[in-house]
């Protein structure tokens, strides 16, 4: 049973270079989440599913994008890297709306930009 | 937005209780969770509340107020492994986890 996994656990990328981060998920969560943790800001939401077929935006969207073509799987993509993008990222899943659901979160990717 | 807040960091000697204060203010409110997190890993969930009053689980207790936007988790009994970050987290009108920047907690012996 492996839960929420990501890779890779760690890249470094060259500025204006595309990256996916990748993120499944075994327990048949509805809801999956993108976070980015920075020293002293916390994590910060960066997009959301619902469910599969559906995204939605969070509090830091510009920059990435994400799709859930289905219920496991909810890959992050960075269009064109920034150096402000180097972050730890976390993903995390969860049964969705409901006001007893606990979020689940992923290993993490440390990205550096450069 | 939502502006949550904690301390920064705390100190405490094994064998202590400490007290992690978080205070909200945020669009509606679906509950208030407590994470843990040691370096360089995932965070963990800890506790939820989602009405007033004390939810104990073990060493670890978590408190909220409602109306005056204010929680705490209490660690009693401390030990060197509690030595991590704890995150306060409130969930919004939108179901949306916010997070604050997390609490430093170093356990002393």
């Known amino acids: 049973i492996a839960g929420i996994t990501q890779a890779p656990t760690s890249q470094i990328l060259a500025a204006g270079r595309r990256m996916t981060l990748r993120c499944t998920q075994d327990?048949?969560?509805?809801?999956m989440y993108w976070y980015r943790q920075d020293l002293g800001l916390g994590l910060r939401l960066i997009h959301y599913?619902?469910?599969?077929?559906?995204?939605g935006k969070g509090e830091v969207p510009d920059g990435y994008s994400v799709s859930r073509a289905n219920t496991d799987d909810f890959p992050l993509t960075l269009a064109s890297a920034v150096p402000s993008q180097t972050s730890v990222y976390f993903c995390?899943?969860?049964?969705?709306?409901?006001?007893?659901?606990?979020?689940?979160f992923g290993p993490g990717t440390r990205l550096t930009v450069l | 937005g939502q502006n949550i807040d904690q301390p920064t960091e705390m100190t405490a000697t094994e064998g202590a209780i400490v007290q992690i204060n978080c205070t909200y203010q945020?669009?509606?409110?679906?509950?208030l969770f407590w994470y843990q997190q040691h370096a360089g890993e995932a965070p963990t969930f800890l506790s939820y509340?989602?009405?007033?009053g004390l939810e104990e689980k073990g060493r670890f207790s978590s408190f909220l107020s409602r109306s005056k936007g204010y929680s705490y988790l209490l660690l009693k009994e401390l030990q060197m492994k509690d030595s991590a970050s704890y995150l306060c987290?409130?969930?919004?009108?939108?179901?949306?986890?916010?997070f604050g920047a997390g609490t430093t907690v170093t356990v002393r012996a």
């Open positions: 995390a899943s969860g049964h969705g709306e409901s006001s007893t659901d606990t979020q689940y």
């Open positions: 327990m048949r969560h509805n809801a």
């Open positions: 599913s619902n469910t599969a077929g559906t995204t």
């Open positions: 945020t669009s509606g409110f679906n509950g």
């Open positions: 509340n989602v009405l007033d």
């Open positions: 987290a409130v969930r919004d009108g939108d179901y949306k986890l916010s």
